[in-house]
C-alpha cells in the first residue's frame, strides 16, 4: 500500500502588490479576506445590530493591517473610540520593524500616514505628531487602535485634497434596505432583512433615522450627500471642519420628498468619486433571489422570484426583472413570467458576458403601475461577478517544469492554461522551459494545467490583478510513484496567489509523544520525511524567514 502524503502545500502570505486597498469594515468580507492579526492579540469583527456602524475591535489592546505586502505612500484609518495609548508600525516586505508611532485618540478621529521625502509622517485629524528619520516605503502598516473603523492602504503620495483615495464612507451592511411600502406608506423605515424567510416580515431598525460614516484628509467644510445611482442629490449635510465622523439621515424628510425607488449611496459630490456600498430604497412585496453568490464570465444566474398575496393585480402593475451592476447600469430587463395562480412564482436566466464588469450585482424585481408609469422596486438580491475577459490589461506565464525528487528540469511536458473561451496549448521545449502565447487579460478567473507522462498532473486556479504583466511560474509535478522508505510524509511548498514554489523552506512534523522533525524543502519546493511510525497522527507546518507560517495540518500516517 502507497502511504506518500504528496501536495502538501503551505500558504505563506506573498502577495503582489496592488494600487491600493479600501475598507470599510461594514461586511465581514473586509475583515475576513483581508486582515490579520497579531498572535496572541486578535482582533474580532463587531457588527452593530442596530443597523449602524460596524467595524473591527478588541476588549484588549490588538492590533491588524492587511495580510499580504503592499509597498505604500499613504495610509489612514478612522478611530471612532477614544484611547490614550495606541500606536501604528512600520515594517519592510520581511516583517522588519521600520518605524512605530504612539499618539492618543479622540472619537471620530482620522490618522494618517505619508511618505515624505524618504521619511514617514503622521498626522492626527491634519496635524502633524510625529515624524521618522529615513525609511524604505513600508510594505506592511499595522494600526494598533482598539477599534477600527475604516482604513486605507495606497500605494501613492501625494495626493490632493480631492483625491478619492483620501475617502471613506460607511454605509449599512448587506441586507439592511430602506423601505417605504407601495400599500402602506405609514410602514416606512430603515429595515433589516427577515434572516429566515425571505418572504418574512423584515425588522424595524428605525422609522427616522439612517447612520452612515465619513472619513477624509482635511478639515475643510464639505457638503455629504444621500444621492441616488445617478448622484441626484436628496438630503444633504455639511461635515463642518471634521476629519471623520458619523450622520444620521432624517428619513421623515426623505420618504415626504417621494425619491424614486432604486439604490442609494452616501458621498461628497464636490470632488471625492467615491461612493458608500449601496443602499438600496425598496416598497415589499416580493422576494428575489440569484442561484449562487458568486459568477464569472459565461456562467448562468438564475434568478427565482415570488409576488406575494395582495401585491399581485395584473389590472394595476405590470412587472419587469433587471440587473444592475456596480456602475448604476441595467444590463438586463426583461418582463417576469410569473405563474397565473397564488403563489405568484417565476424564474430568469442571464448569461454573463464579456463585456460585463466585476463586482457586486443587484438583481432587482420591479412592479410598474400602468396609470402613471411609477417604478417600484419590490425586492433585490445581490451577487458578485468575480472575473471577466474585458480588462485591457494582458499578462504572460513563463517558467521551468521540474521533477519534484530530482529537480531535474522535465522536457515535453504539457501546460494548458485556460481563460473563458481562450486556450493556450505549450509544451516544454528541451530546458523544460514554457512560455503563454495568448491574449490573457487580468481580473479573470485563469487556470493553468500541467502534466507529463509518469507524474501527478497538477492545476490551479487564480486572477492576477492589473499591472501584473509578466508572472515567472515554475512548476513541480511530482512522480507518480515516488521514492520513499517505510511510511513517508512529503509533498511540496507552495504560496500563494499563484502557486510559486518555496525553496529552503523549513517543514516541521511535530507529535507530542512521539518527537519533532525538521526538513528543508529542496530547490523544486519538495520536502520528504521517511521512516514515520505507523498510526500517529503529526502536525505540519511551514516556515521560513521572511514569510509567515503556514497553517498547522493535521495528518494520520498510517501504513499496511
Same mark, same amino acid.
Given at each position: 500500500m502507497?502511504n506518500?502524503?504528496?501536495?502538501?502545500?503551505?500558504?505563506?502570505?506573498?502577495?503582489?502588490?496592488?494600487?491600493g486597498?479600501?475598507l470599510?469594515?461594514?461586511?465581514y468580507?473586509d475583515?475576513?479576506a483581508?486582515?490579520?492579526s497579531t498572535?496572541?492579540?486578535?482582533?474580532?469583527?463587531?457588527?452593530n445590530?442596530?443597523?449602524?456602524?460596524?467595524?473591527?475591535?478588541?476588549a484588549?489592546f490588538?492590533?491588524f493591517?492587511?495580510s499580504y505586502p503592499?509597498?505604500?505612500k499613504?495610509?489612514?484609518i478612522?478611530?471612532?473610540?477614544?484611547?490614550?495609548?495606541t500606536?501604528v508600525?512600520l515594517?519592510d516586505?520581511s516583517?522588519?520593524?521600520?518605524?512605530?508611532?504612539?499618539?492618543?485618540?479622540?472619537?471620530?478621529?482620522r490618522?494618517e500616514?505619508?511618505?515624505i521625502g524618504?521619511?514617514?509622517y503622521?498626522?492626527?485629524n491634519?496635524?502633524?505628531q510625529?515624524?521618522s528619520?529615513?525609511?524604505?516605503?513600508p510594505?506592511y502598516v499595522?494600526?494598533?487602535p482598539?477599534?477600527?473603523?475604516?482604513a486605507?492602504?495606497?500605494s501613492?503620495y501625494?495626493?490632493s485634497d480631492?483625491?478619492?483615495?483620501?475617502y471613506i464612507f460607511?454605509g449599512p451592511?448587506?441586507?439592511y434596505f430602506?423601505l417605504?411600502?407601495m400599500l402602506?406608506p405609514?410602514?416606512?423605515?430603515f429595515?433589516?432583512?427577515n434572516?429566515?424567510?425571505p418572504?418574512g416580515?423584515?425588522?424595524l431598525?428605525s422609522a427616522?433615522?439612517?447612520?452612515?460614516?465619513?472619513?477624509?484628509?482635511?478639515?475643510t467644510?464639505e457638503?455629504?450627500s444621500?444621492t441616488?445611482f445617478?448622484?441626484?442629490?436628496?438630503q444633504?449635510?455639511?461635515?463642518g471642519?471634521a476629519?471623520a465622523g458619523?450622520t444620521?439621515w432624517?428619513l421623515?424628510?426623505f420618504?415626504a420628498?417621494?425619491?424614486?425607488?432604486?439604490?442609494y449611496?452616501?458621498?461628497i459630490?464636490?470632488?471625492?468619486?467615491?461612493f &458608500?456600498?449601496r443602499?438600496?430604497? +425598496?416598497? @415589499?412585496?416580493? *422576494?428575489?433571489e440569484f #442561484?449562487?453568490?458568486n459568477?464569472t =464570465?459565461?456562467?448562468?444566474?438564475t434568478?427565482?422570484?415570488e409576488?406575494?398575496?395582495g401585491?399581485?393585480d395584473?389590472g394595476?402593475y &405590470?412587472?419587469?426583472v433587471s440587473? +444592475?451592476? @456596480?456602475?448604476? *447600469?441595467e444590463?438586463? #430587463?426583461?418582463?417576469?413570467?410569473? =405563474?397565473?395562480?397564488?403563489?405568484y412564482?417565476?424564474s430568469?436566466?442571464?448569461?454573463?458576458?464579456d463585456?460585463d464588469?466585476?463586482?457586486?450585482?443587484?438583481?432587482v424585481?420591479?412592479a410598474?403601475r400602468? *396609470?402613471?408609469g411609477e417604478e417600484f422596486?419590490?425586492?433585490y438580491?445581490i451577487?458578485n461577478?468575480t472575473?471577466?475577459?474585458?480588462?485591457?490589461s494582458?499578462f504572460t506565464?513563463h517558467?521551468?517544469?521540474?521533477?519534484?525528487?530530482?529537480t531535474?528540469?522535465?522536457d515535453?511536458?504539457?501546460?494548458?492554461v485556460?481563460?473563458?473561451s481562450t486556450v493556450d496549448?505549450?509544451?516544454?521545449?528541451?530546458?523544460g522551459y514554457?512560455?503563454t502565447?495568448?491574449t490573457?487579460?487580468s481580473?479573470?478567473?485563469?487556470?493553468?494545467?500541467a502534466?507529463?507522462?509518469?507524474y501527478?498532473?497538477y492545476?490551479?486556479?487564480f486572477s492576477?490583478?492589473?499591472g501584473?504583466?509578466d508572472?515567472?511560474?515554475?512548476?513541480?509535478?511530482?512522480?507518480?510513484?515516488?521514492?520513499?522508505?517505510?511510511?513517508a510524509l512529503g509533498g511540496?511548498?507552495?504560496?500563494?496567489?499563484f502557486?510559486i514554489t518555496?525553496?529552503d523552506?523549513?517543514v516541521v512534523i511535530?507529535n507530542g509523544?512521539y518527537g519533532?522533525?525538521?526538513?528543508?524543502t529542496?530547490s523544486?519546493g519538495?520536502?520528504?520525511k521517511?521512516?514515520?511510525p505507523?498510526?500517529?497522527?503529526?502536525?505540519?507546518w511551514?516556515?521560513?524567514?521572511?514569510?509567515y507560517?503556514?497553517?498547522?495540518?493535521q495528518i494520520?500516517?498510517?501504513?499496511t
Open positions: 502507497k506518500f502524503i504528496s501536495a502538501l502545500i503551505f500558504l505563506m502570505f506573498c502577495i503582489t502588490a496592488v494600487q486597498t479600501s470599510t469594515f461594514q461586511n468580507y475583515f475576513a483581508q486582515i490579520q498572535v496572541g492579540q486578535p482582533y474580532v469583527w463587531v457588527q445590530a442596530s443597523g449602524g456602524n460596524s467595524y473591527i475591535g478588541d484588549a490588538g492590533n493591517m492587511l503592499l509597498s505604500m499613504y495610509a489612514a478612522t478611530t471612532p473610540t477614544a484611547y490614550a495609548d500606536g508600525s515594517y516586505d516583517l522588519n520593524l521600520l518605524h512605530h508611532f504612539h499618539f492618543t485618540t479622540s472619537d471620530y478621529q490618522v500616514i505619508k511618505m524618504g521619511a514617514a503622521i498626522f492626527v491634519g496635524v502633524e510625529d515624524h528619520g529615513a525609511i524604505a516605503d510594505s499595522l494600526w494598533a482598539r477599534t477600527g473603523d475604516d486605507i492602504w495606497g501613492s501625494p495626493l480631492s483625491s478619492p483615495d483620501k460607511g451592511e448587506n441586507g430602506l417605504k411600502d402602506n405609514a410602514t416606512s423605515g429595515y433589516r432583512a434572516l429566515t424567510d418572504l416580515a423584515p425588522t431598525i427616522t433615522g439612517m447612520t452612515t460614516t465619513f472619513g477624509k484628509g482635511s478639515g467644510a457638503t455629504l444621500l441616488d445617478g448622484g441626484a442629490a436628496y444633504s449635510v455639511s461635515t471642519t476629519y458619523n444620521t432624517d421623515t424628510s420618504f420628498a417621494s425619491p424614486p425607488y432604486g439604490l449611496a452616501v458621498s459630490p464636490s470632488g471625492s468619486y467615491k &458608500s456600498e443602499i438600496p430604497y +425598496i416598497s @415589499s412585496g416580493a *422576494s428575489i #442561484d449562487a453568490l459568477y =464570465t459565461g456562467d448562468t444566474a434568478m427565482d422570484y409576488i406575494s398575496d401585491y399581485y395584473t394595476t &405590470s412587472y419587469h440587473i +444592475i451592476n @456596480s456602475q448604476g *447600469s444590463i438586463y #430587463d426583461q418582463p417576469a413570467t410569473l =405563474t397565473a395562480v397564488s403563489p412564482t417565476g430568469d436566466s442571464y448569461v454573463w458576458a463585456s464588469i466585476t463586482g457586486q450585482h443587484y438583481g424585481i420591479w410598474h400602468l *396609470s402613471d422596486a419590490m425586492n438580491d451577487c461577478l472575473s471577466t475577459s474585458n480588462s485591457t494582458t506565464i517558467g521551468y517544469v521540474k521533477d519534484a525528487e530530482t531535474n528540469i522535465i515535453d511536458a504539457n501546460i494548458v485556460t481563460q473563458g496549448i505549450n509544451m516544454t521545449d528541451v530546458t514554457y512560455s502565447i495568448s490573457l487579460y481580473n479573470a478567473t485563469t487556470t493553468i494545467y502534466s507529463s507522462t509518469g501527478d498532473s492545476s490551479h486556479t492576477p490583478p492589473d501584473i504583466t508572472i515567472p511560474l515554475n512548476i513541480t509535478l511530482l512522480s507518480s510513484t515516488p521514492t520513499y522508505t517505510g511510511l511540496i511548498v507552495r504560496k500563494p496567489p502557486n518555496v525553496d523552506a523549513s511535530q509523544s519533532s522533525y525538521s526538513v528543508t529542496n523544486a519538495y520536502y520528504i521517511n521512516t514515520l505507523n498510526n500517529y497522527l503529526w502536525d505540519v511551514g516556515n521560513k524567514s521572511g514569510y507560517n503556514s497553517s498547522v495540518y494520520l500516517v498510517v501504513g
